[in-house]
């Protein structure tokens, strides 16, 4: 059974930082990446990678200031925040895309407030 469980999210004041991470499990994931979606918007792409972990891509919004990166002995993704805006606050999923279909976490809340 192929399982992605999202950790790590919570509340934090601007300028803060959180880790997440995404315990895989069942499957070797082709790409996988994090995702968001704040109430009332679309699910955007915030940061992606690929297998090997030498490529990666973010979204404008989060370059410089969010970190993607894969611990392959655990199988787990991280996304590192650093410097939280209160526009980062969102739901945030985990992706992991195989040759036959997406899989998604549950998701995980982040909340950015003072």
């Known amino acids: 059974q192929v399982q992605l469980v999202e950790s790590g999210g919570g509340l934090v004041q601007p300028g803060g930082s959180l880790r997440l991470s995404c315990a895989a499990s069942?499957?070797?994931?082709?790409?996988m990446g994090w995702y968001r979606q704040a109430p009332g918007k679309q699910r955007e792409l915030v940061a992606a990678i690929t297998r090997s972990g030498t490529t990666t891509d973010y979204a404008d919004s989060v370059k410089g200031r969010f970190t993607i990166f894969r611990d392959f002995a655990k199988n787990t993704l991280y996304l590192r925040m650093n410097s939280l805006k209160p526009e980062d606050t969102a739901v945030y999923y985990c992706?992991?895309?195989?040759?036959?279909?997406?899989?998604w976490g549950q998701g995980t809340q982040v909340t950015v407030s003072s």
């Open positions: 992706n992991g895309v195989t040759i036959e279909r997406d899989y």
């Open positions: 069942g499957t070797i994931f082709i790409t």
